[in-house]
């Protein structure tokens, strides 16, 4: 890729405001398609305030991150996505936070379901007494057609969404999904910041992502302040992020054999998954890895002791861990439910930018951890895992493949750690860097996870994007449906098991 | 190619993979060393006029009373911000898992008072529903923390069913709601509707800091500060999230199995 109107930086460098190119707003355009032309994704999208756009392009092969802005003329501007679908979202989004509009956008409908921040007016007419998902869904019509609704409040444990189902007969036409209900204002709250409570509200942007988002936060804040971490507690980090994978990918894999009526593998997978959080709960008190990292270091550290007291009980949960998945891939009834159902093309997910999981099981080979690495990952790399076929089995197979990976990861890192000193407990953050632009990426178990941050003249954050995995994923979900029996929604939907909160923010 | 697992596969990962399912309440399980319970505060050790537990909690948990820094559950994040700030140790946190109240007020955690905890539900509600508790699980607004760990109890190793506890699939099945997330403004509507169509007598269950006033999001807008700002709540599980064992804990405390020392009565 020869994107020269963009500036290139790495995951994690702050980079002075004035050396980030202002570019016209058709030279802007020109660039984003050409760089995704050429097979750079649009990691990130959003405008601010005083009406100006940013764009992120990653850039994989080159391992570049590689940005520029464009001041928008007016509160109207012409919509990338007909030509680049993966800007979708994104535009909408831009839409909604600002009053801008996207104009040709073929799919122009909110995102969350609030009102802009500025005094600009809601594109879609919308006011206080506004209900969120009452929009105009894409219907299909014709004989034997019919519309099934589902959500917000599900028939389980788990967080609210809206769900259009276009049927014929048991097959889906069409799935369009209405989110929003989640919207707690996390990219609001974080601006003047950052605040006592920016941390918390980075770990619980999605809570079961706490460390891959909390360490976005952390990097994004040390660049800033030009702090560099040593490389024990980086390691440390990664022994958080990898265990939060194997948590949630080994409940995961529970969770589709449940949906297929294969109890024992469901049965010790739901226990083994605890037995994964509770290694955190040991070294930073919460099973979710709340409070682990702060900016600049550690809230609590994994000394020597406790790593030796780790090794054994990692050797034991992985033992389990083996026995009960293994079962799932000698299991023919198990496979075929698996392969027969939400098959995505690697073409699709190129176009509208999955990351992640669902990528990786397209055969798309992007891992933040080995494109863009951060932390521990440069010098102990994990190579991405993929598969082929697109469907529930590769997701799950990926799934399975990850953590053979992070199990290796986790046990060279504990060897280590059991044998060195703990760093320093880190003090407060100096101040952070005025004017300047930092992107920082992890990847969480889901995928990739961007934090952006625009300091203003006093350090201040004058605009915190946020864009969690299912940001890009959602819409790989409803594509994987097309098709499909509508009584395997659950399965297809478990196998991508995307975040509302992550998306809703 | 693929064939079917044989049986004797599955029987012998059953086996090697054993009984699991926690002895609880009988006995209480271990919890890590690092695990924060309730706070346990040492008014005697403060400092004259020093306010550095107050200053550093970042939801405003903590008030200066007559006795010394006291403590709103319902607020505090379990963060080691104050413990961290405390010049004098004055504050730390127990590996007490008992934290689930009866109301708001009792949510405060006093030096030199004993903690308000939980009670069971009145007679006439524990013979309707003591012995089997339908519970619909609303998140309004959760960020899947307090969730999965509400989930957990339904794996085995909790295995809530043999308490009679059991969440379902419709509020017209249930005989009460266990809510999560400071309630947004999205999620009003629902959360009202999910309610009203539970049948009488019902109950509430708050279970985490943002279903009891806001959590971390106390100060957004875009949220109403807790269940109890739309539905009347019978029982506050605080955390961020409540270990299973909290949550665990409050509900059985609620039908009046656990004696004082939180296992069986």
Not at chain 1, 457 to 465: E, I, L, P, T
Not at chain 2, 256 to 265: F, I, M, Q, V
């Amino acid at each position: 890729m020869s994107n020269h109107a963009l500036r290139a930086i790495l995951n994690g460098q702050a980079v002075p405001l004035r050396e980030v190119p202002e570019l016209t707003l058709a030279s802007f355009r020109e660039a984003i398609l050409e760089g995704t032309r050429g097979g750079a994704r649009l990691a990130c999208l959003c405008a601010t305030p005083d009406l100006r756009l940013f764009a992120v392009l990653a850039d994989d092969a080159e391992k570049r991150l590689r940005v520029a802005w464009a001041r928008l003329p007016g509160t109207r501007y012409q919509a990338l996505t007909p030509e680049c679908p993966q800007a979708h979202l994104f535009e909408r989004e831009i839409a909604e936070q600002f009053g801008i509009i996207p104009e040709g956008h073929p799919w122009f409908k909110p995102v969350r379901y609030h009102l802009p921040w500025s005094d600009l007016p809601s594109p879609w007419g919308r006011d206080e007494g506004s209900l969120p998902a009452v929009t105009d869904f894409f219907k299909v019509s014709g004989e034997e057609v019919h519309e099934v609704a589902v959500g917000p409040v599900h028939a389980g444990v788990i967080e609210p969404g809206h769900f259009r189902f276009q049927c014929h007969g048991e097959t889906v036409f069409h799935l369009e999904i209405a989110l929003g209900f989640q919207h707690r204002g996390i990219e609001r709250a974080m601006l003047g910041g950052p605040h006592a409570l920016s941390l918390k509200q980075a770990e619980t942007t999605s809570g079961d992502s706490t460390i891959a988002h909390g360490w976005a936060y952390c990097r994004l804040l040390e660049a800033l302040a030009g702090v560099e971490v040593p490389a024990r507690t980086d390691r440390v980090r990664g022994v958080a992020l990898e265990l939060e994978r194997m948590a949630n990918h080994v409940g995961d894999l529970g969770a589709l054999s449940g949906d297929v009526g294969f109890l024992p593998t469901a049965s010790f997978c739901g226990r083994i998954r605890g037995d994964w959080l509770n290694l955190s709960a040991e070294v930073c008190g919460s099973r979710l890895g709340r409070d682990w990292l702060k900016p600049g270091g550690l809230h609590h550290d994994l000394n020597p002791a406790m790593a030796t007291g780790l090794l054994p009980r990692l050797v034991k949960s992985w033992a389990d861990t083996r026995d009960a998945v293994e079962l799932l891939w000698s299991a023919a009834s198990v496979v075929i439910r698996f392969e027969m159902a939400g098959r995505l093309e690697p073409t699709q997910a190129r176009e509208i930018g999955l990351v992640g999981v669902p990528a990786r099981a397209c055969g798309v080979n992007l891992d933040v951890r080995k494109d863009h690495p951060f932390g521990p990952y440069r010098a102990h790399p994990i190579p991405a895992s993929l598969a082929e076929s697109g469907n529930v089995h590769s997701r799950a197979w990926v799934r399975w493949l990850e953590l053979i990976e992070s199990q290796r990861f986790l046990s060279e890192a504990l060897e280590a750690l059991a044998g060195s000193d703990p760093d320093p407990r880190a003090g407060p953050l100096p101040p952070l860097a005025a004017d300047t632009l930092c992107v920082s990426m992890t990847e969480g178990w889901r995928g990739e996870v961007l934090h952006l941050a625009l300091t203003d003249g006093h350090g201040r954050f004058a605009r915190y994007k946020i864009v969690d995995p299912s940001f890009h994923n959602w819409f790989g979900l409803a594509l994987a449906l097309r098709g499909e029996q509508i009584s395997d929604f659950p399965l297809c939907n478990k196998s991508f098991n995307l975040s509302y909160c992550g998306h809703d923010l | 190619m693929t064939y079917e697992t044989p049986m004797i596969h599955i029987l012998l990962s059953r086996w090697r993979q054993g009984h699991r399912t926690l002895t609880y309440p009988k006995v209480v399980p271990r919890l890590p060393e690092r695990f924060r319970g309730l706070p346990r505060i040492q008014a005697e050790k403060c400092p004259e006029g020093c306010r550095a537990c107050a200053d550093a909690c970042p939801t405003e948990a903590i008030q200066l009373g007559p006795a010394g820094p006291q403590v709103n559950l319902g607020r505090c994040l379990f963060c080691p911000e104050c413990s961290e700030a405390c010049p004098e140790g004055a504050i730390h946190y127990s590996q007490d898992h008992r934290l689930a109240a009866s109301t708001c007020d009792d949510l405060m955690v006093v030096p030199g008072e004993d903690y308000r905890r939980a009670h069971a539900m009145g007679a006439e509600l524990k013979r309707v529903l003591g012995r089997s508790l339908k519970l619909r699980v609303v998140s309004a607004g959760g960020c899947n923390g307090c969730e999965v760990d509400v989930n957990v109890l339904g794996t085995i190793a909790w295995d809530l069913g043999r308490f009679g506890i059991q969440y379902v699939a419709s509020p017209r099945h249930a005989d009460g709601l266990l809510i999560t997330g400071p309630v947004t403004k999205n999620m009003e509507l629902a959360l009202r509707k999910t309610y009203d169509a539970v049948p009488h007598p019902k109950i509430v269950i708050a279970v985490g800091a943002c279903a009891i006033q806001g959590g971390p999001f106390f100060r957004q807008a875009e949220q109403l500060g807790g269940a109890s700002s739309v539905v009347p709540v019978d029982l506050y599980i605080p955390g961020c999230p409540p270990h299973p064992l909290t949550i665990l804990d409050g509900l059985l405390r609620f039908l009046g199995k656990l004696g004082t020392e939180g296992k069986r009565a």
